[in-house]
T-cell receptor, first 116, second 112 residues
């Protein structure tokens, strides 16, 4: 089946710095990538949707200047948390839809971000 | 706006004690209902996709069913390794694009 590789799995950064999270589709071309945020014991909240070669579409209440999403190729999407603050600490997960597969969403393994 | 509600929030079962999880949804034009399993600190793992009322799918001890208003995930004779959070999500009509709307999840703990 399709695999989405997400890195890093854990990252600790200082307040005010930026952090980049990568998601790569290993076997198929990802036409659409979704980025979610998940707080402890809560469900997934969609942050943004990115299509290859176009600007990301952000959900209401998500700051596009703070959470920069790039989907420059069919195999790589990145989420950069800029000027991170402790309240940005969370679990971030990506998900992809693939061109070669008729349906289905494959999730990455997630990134635990801790801002100190 | 699409809405998904899962119940119960948490479920404690003895090994072998079968039970069902509920996923109620409100959506304009359901294109698919998804069940995922999520272990702590991991991304969701795909279980099933259901497309139309009356459809059923099975995988080992899990069986998913779908009606026009809700879906059930039945766990038959669960084992401790079935302990996880089970997430339900819907893909609505074309106006919603391809994004999924998730329920709050049901945390299942199976004790030996």
């Amino acid at each position: 089946g399709a695999v989405v590789s997400q890195h890093p799995s854990r990252v600790i950064c200082k307040s005010g710095t930026s952090v980049k999270i990568e998601c790569r589709s290993l076997d198929f071309q990802a036409t659409t990538m979704f980025w979610y945020r998940q707080f402890p014991k809560q469900s997934l909240m969609l942050m943004a949707t990115s299509n290859e070669g176009s600007k990301a579409t952000y959900e209401q209440g998500v700051e596009k200047d703070k959470f920069l999403i790039n989907h420059a190729s069919l195999t790589l999407s990145t989420l950069t948390v800029t000027s991170a603050h402790p309240e940005d600490s969370s679990f971030y997960i990506c998900s992809a839809i693939f061109r070669q597969l008729s349906y289905g969403y494959t999730f990455g393994s997630g990134t635990r971000l801790t801002v100190v | 706006e699409d809405q998904v509600t899962q119940s119960p929030e948490a479920l404690r079962l003895q090994e072998g004690e079968s039970s069902s999880l509920n996923c109620s949804y409100t959506v304009s034009g359901l294109r698919g209902l998804f069940w995922y399993r999520q272990d702590p600190g991991k991304g969701p793992e795909f279980l099933f996709t259901l497309y139309s009322a009356g459809e059923e799918k099975e995988k080992e001890r899990l069986k998913a069913t779908l009606t026009k208003k809700e879906s059930f995930l039945h766990i038959t004779a669960p084992k401790p390794e079935d302990s996880a959070t089970y997430l339900c999500a819907v893909q609505g009509g074309r106006a919603a694009g391809n994004k999924l709307t998730f329920g709050g999840g049901t945390r299942v703990l199976v004790k030996p």
